[in-house]
Nanobody
Framework: QVQLVESGGGLVQAGGSLRLSCAAS????????FGWHRQSPGKQRELVAS??????DYEESVKGRFTISRHGTKNTVYLQMNSLKPEDTAIYYC???????????WGQGTQVTVAS
């Protein structure tokens, strides 16, 4: 059973930065395909960053501001968020899909609030 634990959310002023972390356990890290999603009140959950064939890919509104990365030895995936805007306010979720079983796992979410 894969477990994902996010951390790093909080309250920040517009223009500030935060780094989210997603620590994975319960599976070989290299078998997991990761993505970061977010959900704002009244909106559907959306994908903001992921790896496609190992290459980072981003939702249009975060391109140039967010960076997804993974640290294999720490079994952790990060989302560095710079130049934050009030519209980035959301609960951010880490998602992992096992490459072999195709099962999908979600973290508990971490709140990001950007004040104007």
């Amino acid at each position: 059973q894969v477990q994902l634990v996010e951390s790093g959310g909080g309250l920040v002023q517009a223009g500030g930065s935060l780094r989210l972390s997603c620590a994975a356990s319960g599976s070989t890290f290299s078998f997991l395909r990761f993505g970061w999603h977010r959900q704002s009140p009244g909106k559907q959950r959306e994908l903001v960053a992921s790896f496609i064939r190992g290459v980072p890919d981003y939702e249009e509104s975060v391109k140039g501001r967010f960076t997804i990365s993974r640290h294999g030895t720490k079994n952790t995936v990060y989302l560095q968020m710079n130049s934050l805007k009030p519209e980035d306010t959301a609960i951010y979720y880490c998602k992992a899909q096992h490459e072999i079983s195709r099962r999908v796992y979600w973290g508990q979410g971490t709140q990001v609030t950007v004040a104007s």
